[in-house]
């Protein structure tokens, strides 16, 4: 009966803080950036713990909508899906926003993807949403977090 009470304690607690984590990241700092013509509305990610939740668990997500992750300084960035539901497409993204790389990531997998040179931001989108608005490697994306260097 005890061990069947901890059972059902801890079921409780992990459910708990599913729900908090989902709530979390939800409520999250938006920014709005550009790319080409288009609109993102993106959650920023800029935390530890709000970058390691970033979207798992999540069951759906609207096409003008990502999670924009941001690093303290430039470095290789390395992400994978665990836990996440969501077929996703990760740009890592350089200071001035230009997209160094795109990587298309499958659900619920382990498998690394990194980006190909340090960046300080991966902006995770709707796998398929950049390939569709025909931008790639190269383009550069625009917004706050963004500076220009000239």
Request: with cysteine; proline share 5%; net charge positive.
């Amino acid at each position: 009966m005890v061990q069947r009470f901890l059972v059902v304690l801890a079921l409780g607690v992990a459910l708990t803080g599913l729900a908090n984590a989902q709530e979390a990241q939800t409520n999250l700092q938006r920014v709005e950036l550009v790319a080409g013509m288009y609109r993102i509305d993106a959650q920023v990610a800029q935390t530890p713990t709000q970058r390691q939740i970033g979207l798992m668990f999540r069951k759906e997500m609207p096409q003008a909508e990502g999670m924009l992750f941001v690093f303290e300084q430039p470095s290789t960035q390395c992400f994978w899906m665990k836990n996440t539901l969501l077929p996703l497409t990760a740009a890592f993204v350089a200071d001035d926003g230009r997209i160094v790389n795109l990587a298309d990531m499958q659900p619920m997998t382990e498998a690394s993807h990194c980006s190909s040179e340090p960046v300080r931001y991966v902006l995770e989108m709707n796998q398929g949403w950049f390939s569709k608005k025909n931008i790639k490697q190269g383009a550069r994306l625009a917004g706050a977090p963004f500076t220009v260097s000239r």
